[in-house]
């Protein structure tokens, strides 16, 4: 990971040129959960489709460091599998440094548990989005039969004699409280039932892996998932592991294509993980059909036909929501999109607090944002953006407000340096490569 490179983009000034096509890869945020779950198995696993982001590189480092062996083999028709042995696990503290780089390091906990009795972990990491607690997982870890120290800003959870049942109704949706607290149940003794869970994709790709291989978690999806431990029996890698399409990487090109293509075809992607992103698109008036793919992956076509090209889209309302509602994680590159359209907008956040970062260097490009509250902005659109006076550049906050700030300067006019780009390549595979395959001039210096 290199902090100091930066993109340096050509913006279209608005005109919308790209064309070609973009594969979605498998999402980063279920495949996370896959490695972390392979603790919870009797040998190697074989996790397929799961994107090399520098966030899956850091889980590889961190599993690698507590003894498990991790290997990537790419197979002759260019099929790339992770397979990973955690047999070897002898250690059962997390680097604090690895810990501390990624939020997501800490859904390994449960795993840890289930299988080790113990883990120790540094108080979390990740994005620069506001506070993120870990109380949901810490009360959960206890309401299961856990003792819970924290010494010198390193946490340690416990138990002597296995995790039993319990019941567990979450404060607040949480995507990793669900996630980490289901696993942690996987090998129990007894039933866990949890309640006001997370619905997202990714925690059912995951589940449904688990229950191929010997776990019965039942419910996920819902809001209420129930799982009878197996007593302390390993899970059994009877079958591979395949992380569904990215949905928010979709998403993001998705938004790219309305603004910047004539022609974007996105490969690989599950429609039916976007309809709220899809609908208010389309009721903005972005032309959006669906392809027929393999199964239930599909390509969705974005085009801005040159017959419309003096067409502006509507403005509309965002307020961000738990799966299926509007993804927090798309907050940012809709805010963009909205930048474009005629009218006012509000985009309201209410998953994460200051998550509205990127707003100084859209207002710095001369978009028309107002800053309400830390949880709500209006956008007026439709502005033009412009490049920065010499010497000014602009900044990735996070992994997908980075994605946004690169998005506003393709559309932008002239040209842009975009800091901080290793934030942007947590969460997105060769960015710079496929943005230039459809036509984008961005560099990477
Ligand atoms: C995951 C995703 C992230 C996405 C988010 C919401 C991964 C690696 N990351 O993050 O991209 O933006 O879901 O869709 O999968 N909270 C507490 N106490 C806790 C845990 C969470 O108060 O113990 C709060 C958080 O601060 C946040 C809200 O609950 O305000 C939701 O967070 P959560 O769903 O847990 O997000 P992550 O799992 O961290």
């Not at 696993?45 to 899956?56: A, Y």
């Not at 412009?386 to 506003?408: Q, T």
Request: proline fraction near 4%.
């Amino acid at each position: 990971m290199n902090k100091k490179e930066s993109f340096v983009i050509e913006g279209l000034a608005g005109k919308k040129t790209f064309k070609g096509k973009v594969s979605v890869n498998g999402a980063k945020n279920s495949a996370l959960k896959a490695m972390a779950a392979s603790i919870l198995f009797d040998g190697q696993v074989m996790l397929e489709n799961v994107p090399n982001t520098s966030d899956i590189q850091t889980m590889d480092e961190i599993l690698t460091n507590l003894g498990a062996k991790v290997q990537w083999t790419t197979y002759p028709d260019s099929k790339k599998i992770l397979t990973i042995d955690s047999s070897g696990i002898k250690k059962t503290d997390i680097d604090p440094e690895l810990g501390r780089t990624m939020r997501a390091s800490v859904v390994l906990t449960g795993p840890m548990l289930a299988r080790f009795g113990k883990a120790t972990f540094p108080a979390p990491g990740g994005c620069v989005i506001g506070a993120r607690p870990i109380d949901l997982f810490i009360e959960g870890y206890k309401k299961m039969g856990a003792t819970v120290v924290l010494e010198n800003n390193l946490y340690t959870i416990q138990t002597s004699k296995g995790l039993g049942s319990t019941n567990i109704a979450f404060n607040r949706v949480s995507v990793g409280g669900t996630e980490t607290l289901m696993m942690a149940a996987v090998l129990s003794n007894g039933t866990t039932i949890l309640e006001n869970c997370a619905m997202e994709p990714e925690i059912v790709n995951v589940a449904e892996w688990l229950n191929s291989c010997g776990a019965k978690i039942n419910g996920v999806g819902t809001p209420v998932i129930t799982i009878e431990g197996t007593n302390g029996k390993l899970l059994s890698p009877k079958e591979s592991y395949v992380a569904i399409p990215d949905r928010i990487e979709a998403g993001s090109y998705i938004i790219l294509g309305a603004l910047c293509a004539e022609e974007l075809l996105i490969e690989n992607c599950r429609p039916d993980h976007l309809d709220t992103v899809l609908n208010m698109l389309r009721e903005s008036g972005v032309n959006i059909s669906i392809q027929e793919g393999k199964g239930l992956n599909k390509t969705i076509c974005v085009s801005n036909p040159a017959t419309n090209s003096a067409k502006t889209f509507k403005a509309f309302n965002v307020q961000t929501h738990e799966y299926p509602g509007f993804p927090t994680d798309l907050q940012s590159p809709m805010s963009v999109f909205l930048t474009q359209t005629s009218d006012e907008s509000k985009v309201t956040e209410t998953i994460f607090e200051g998550r509205f970062k990127y707003v100084d260097d859209l207002t710095r490009m001369g978009a028309n944002v107002t800053v309400m509250n830390p949880m709500e902005i209006l956008i007026k659109g439709p502005t033009l953006l412009n490049s920065l006076p010499d010497a000014e550049e602009l900044s990735a906050f996070d992994i997908r407000a980075g994605f946004a700030i690169v998005m506003a300067a393709l559309v932008g006019k002239g040209k842009f340096v975009v800091n901080n780009v290793h934030l942007i390549d947590r969460g997105y595979e060769n960015l710079e490569e496929r943005l230039q395959d459809i036509g984008a001039y961005i560099k990477r210096v």
